[in-house]
């Protein structure tokens, strides 16, 4: 289907809708609204976003948008950023073989997010700070009120780095009375965790002396024994038990969330938000899944053949990934009038990450990694709110200050070859951006909305590379670099977005966007040479054409949400291996078409239903992999962009029982085939397909159990992946064999939360 037929047929769906007068929104806005406000008004509640920078209804916003919960969050057993992937159609993401995490929306992605010198392709923030880079874009998501999702490019608000879309992870708020939540959990795989939520009573009155001052802080820790033993070639002879070897895929994470708000005058506030998350993790075993052309396996790999062995690999050592960030987010806002409000949101961000991996899964040594990353960003946004009768507008200047100092060494083929790369990296960005609303006196139901944003970056790079060669018994320096401190990089860019909305009925929206985004060039941080180091790559650019419903049916109890788009997707930065030698470079053009349909619905009084759907469909123009391999558009590939993925749960409240409430929620999520890179070294088709899957998870609860006035007890059981599908959720093509590693097998739990 070309994008004529895409856009044709969701002119068609919009007319349908308009003449059948209906409901659309967020699937998971469902989610968002409490089971006890569903059963008082036989009605899904109203979902407040903040998608573009001031409080709004989700269904007057001209945005494909899906907005969870906390309460979302934990029955579908999302603790995490990389597990919120299978509530929102056409997001995809997955944690890579040296632990950092891939997102992409709508085909749109970091084809190599542990590189340095790479952006990301969907935009990451905390309370209002960006988180520049997938190193350090894992976050928990234990203290949370909500987090928003927009697809598509999301330019002129939020800037750089947000060409496939944008996640807003927005903290609770402190409440101002005494308040304490305790949460413990157990699960299979020895599964530990507990949580500790704390609000304090407020003190001070608004307008008088000092003010108000609420504060709010909670704490939790998570940890999990992997599945998967690291058993030595010579098992046969140790005697011991594999339940006593070392475990890859351990988990053990805690974090820490501060929040304190501080009015000192109605029409002003100051709230600051701390967010600590440390992982101190055994990756997943990278396993030699088969040979893709016999006689070409490195010798030794013969009896490192694991596919069908999911619970025993063997490696020289335990991959691992270590990381730690300290986010400070602070807010001021001022209500200059009743109409026009002033923000300003600074943020500071301290990143650590160590991580070292195995990619062959064998104790042969045939390609093992080291990396060493250290990064601090400052952000400064401020921003001018305001509204009249007509108008609505946000206003803004942004700055963002970044320096990073990564590590990486390599070693590949048994000690023969050893890569040393050390690279220093500063990057500055300054922003103006505006977007405005209008509404004629004359045509109320219309909407007109602009938005523009101009960009200025610099980027800096000094780097030293070693490459040693072990042909002797001795290492001898094969390429000394030299050291290289590299020109200053200088971009602008200026991305416009247009949106013109309908509101046909108070309960059917329609509208119609056009939107740009951009992701920065710069230089490879990780490239294996002195000569491809020196070379920049372009800024990449995506144009964005949408058509989408908002509306809701049959007094409330049906909630529908279209969304057909078109994009146009130029210089796709692309890092290309010929051997051992690596580079970046603008490869690609794509087409890139879709659509997507989220759905809610009271099925009766008890049952809820929450229904999404994805498609996506690409077609690359150009894959420039220069002149010695030339243009391979005809067997390039999008990574993690499977052309079909679903969702759907089911949640059933029982009768209610003198003791509790008791409640059943099922959701299966499918994904079909995709790829985890775009093309091979040699310009081959891929050879990583990740295959088609299916999982179902399950919870039961029972909550509101009261004991005295003050404490209510909530008891779940869970499970996941409950038909224990066996799966690979990230695949690497070494040429004469591949590797992967799988995802989890079938998980269970039981959870017990106490507030008082």
């Not at 903290?171 to 507990?194: M, Q």
């Not at 990278?286 to 025993?312: A, K, L, N």
């Not at 000394?480 to 309908?502: A, C, H, I, Q, R």
Request: charged share 20%.
């Amino acid at each position: 289907m070309n994008h004529r037929s895409v856009l044709a047929t969701s002119i068609a769906l919009l007319g349908c809708a308009v003449t059948g007068a209906g409901a659309a929104t967020s699937a998971a806005t469902s989610a968002t609204a409490s089971e006890q406000e569903v059963a008082e008004t036989g009605a899904l509640q109203e979902v407040i976003v903040t998608s573009q920078k001031r409080a709004e209804n989700l269904q007057e916003v001209p945005i494909a948008i899906t907005a969870m919960n906390a309460e979302a969050l934990a029955v579908h057993g999302v603790t995490d950023t990389d597990s919120i992937a299978k509530l929102v159609p056409n997001l995809h993401i997955k944690q890579g073989t040296t632990g950092v995490i891939t997102i992409a929306i709508r085909g749109v992605s970091n084809n190599d997010p542990g590189n340095p010198g790479f952006e990301n392709a969907v935009g990451m923030y905390l309370d209002g700070v960006y988180a520049g880079k997938t190193v350090n874009s894992l976050f928990d998501l234990d203290d949370v009120e909500r987090v928003e999702v927009l697809r598509g490019p999301q330019g002129t608000l939020y800037g750089r780095n947000t060409i496939g879309g944008a996640v807003n992870i927005i903290s609770k708020r402190p409440g101002g009375e005494f308040g304490t939540t305790v949460k413990l959990g157990v699960g299979n795989e020895n599964l530990r965790s507990g949580n500790v939520n704390l609000d304090l009573p407020a003190f001070g009155v608004a307008d008088q002396g000092f003010g108000t001052v609420k504060a709010r802080v909670s704490y939790f820790i998570r940890q999990r024994d992997g599945f998967t033993a690291n058993v030595p070639q010579n098992f046969a002879a140790t005697a011991r038990p594999i339940a006593a070897f070392e475990r890859f895929g351990d988990m053990d994470r805690r974090g820490v969330h501060a929040a304190i708000d501080w009015q000192p005058r109605d029409a002003f506030l100051l709230s600051y938000d701390y967010n600590r998350f440390e992982a101190d993790d055994n990756q997943r075993l990278m396993q030699v899944m088969d040979v893709v052309r016999p006689g070409t396996m490195p010798v030794g790999f013969e009896g490192y053949i694991h596919h069908g062995q999911p619970s025993q690999g063997s490696a020289n050592e335990l991959p691992f990934f270590e990381t730690l960030s300290d986010t400070h987010s602070l807010t001021a806002s001022w209500e200059v009038t009743d109409s026009i409000t002033v923000k300003s949101i600074t943020g500071y961000r301290k990143m650590e990450s160590v991580d070292g991996q195995d990619f062959d899964g064998s104790n042969v040594g045939y390609y093992e990694s080291k990396r060493d990353y250290d990064g601090t960003q400052f952000s400064e946004e401020l921003q001018l709110v305001g509204a009249t009768d007509q108008w609505k507008y946000v206003l803004g200047l942004f700055y963002f200050d970044e320096d990073i100092d990564s590590l990486r060494v390599q070693q590949f083929t048994n000690t023969t070859f050893i890569r040393d790369n050390n690279s220093y990296m500063k990057n500055r960005n300054k922003a103006l951006f505006g977007q405005i609303d209008y509404t004629p006196a004359a045509l109320e139901r219309l909407t007109l909305t602009v938005g523009a944003r101009y960009t200025e970056e610099e980027k800096e790079m000094a780097r030293f590379l070693r490459n040693y060669l072990n042909s002797t018994g001795t290492f001898a320096i094969r390429d000394p670099g030299p050291n290289l401190v590299l020109p200053t990089l200088e971009f602008s860019n200026t991305s416009l977005m247009f949106s013109p909305s309908y509101r046909v009925t108070d309960n059917l929206n329609v509208y119609l966007r056009f939107a740009e985004g951009f992701r920065s060039g710069g230089y490879d941080g990780q490239a294996s040479s002195a000569a491809s180091a020196a070379v920049p790559y372009k800024s990449e650019e995506l144009t964005a054409y949408e058509a989408g419903v908002k509306s809701r049916w049959l007094d409330d109890r049906l909630q529908l949400n279209l969304a057909a788009f078109y994009s146009d997707y130029t210089d796709m930065q692309l890092t290309s291996f010929t051997g051992t030698v690596s580079a970046t470079l603008n490869a690609g053009k794509a087409k890139i078409d879709g659509a997507e349909l989220e759905a809610v619905a009271l099925l009766t009084e008890r049952l809820r239903a929450n229904l999404s759907l994805a498609w996506l469909h690409y077609d690359f123009e150009k894959f420039d992999l220069g002149p010695i391999i030339g243009d391979v558009s005809d067997r390039a590939r999008l990574n993690n962009a499977p052309r079909n993925s679903a969702n759907l749960s089911l949640d059933y409240d029982f009768p209610a029982f003198s003791f509790g409430d008791l409640s059943l929620h099922l959701n299966y999520n499918y994904q079909d085939k995709a790829d985890a890179i775009a093309i091979k070294a040699s310009g081959a088709a891929p050879n990583s397909g990740l295959s088609a899957r299916g999982l179902l998870d399950a919870r039961v609860s029972l909550a509101n159990i009261a004991l005295g006035e003050r404490t209510q007890v909530q008891v779940a059981l869970w499970g996941m992946n409950l038909t224990d599908k066996e799966y690979y959720d990230n695949v690497v093509d070494f040429g004469g064999f591949r590797g992967g590693t799988m995802g989890w097998p079938r998980t269970f739990g039981a959870n017990v939360a106490v507030t008082f």
